[in-house]
Nanobody, 121 residues
């Protein structure tokens, strides 16, 4: 089982950037795909993007494509979410998750507690 802890959230102005980290503990981190999700107030949790265990393949939601980048460092058991050109619509609690990724979707097996990202206009 993987335990996940997100960090790096905060307040940023529209147009700015923010980088999130998700530190994992557990021996299976490097064999898991990793994903980021977000949940805005009053909305359902939505998929942001995912990266395969090797870091060779990525999937992004249309809303963030071209602005957000996921990366991972298996030696550090950490996955990152670089967010650029932020807008107030990106305001949400961001969660990382571990699991598996295939053409049908991402299948989670563990979640972090989330970190708040607030983008001011």
């Amino acid at each position: 089982q993987v335990q996940l802890v997100e960090s790096g959230g905060g307040l940023v102005q529209a147009g700015g950037s923010l980088s999130l980290s998700c530190a994992a503990s557990g021996r299976s981190f490097s064999s898991n795909a990793m994903a980021w999700f977000r949940q805005a107030p009053g909305k359902e949790r939505e998929f942001v993007g995912a990266i395969t265990w090797s870091g060779s393949r990525f999937v992004y939601a249309d809303a963030v494509k071209g602005r957000f980048t996921i990366s991972r460092d298996n030696a550090k058991n950490t996955v990152y979410l670089q967010m650029n050109s932020l807008t107030p619509e990106d305001t949400a609690v961001y969660f990382c998750a571990s699991g598996s990724l295939d053409p049908e979707g991402f299948y989670d097996n563990a979640w972090g507690q989330g970190t708040q990202v607030t983008v001011s206009s």
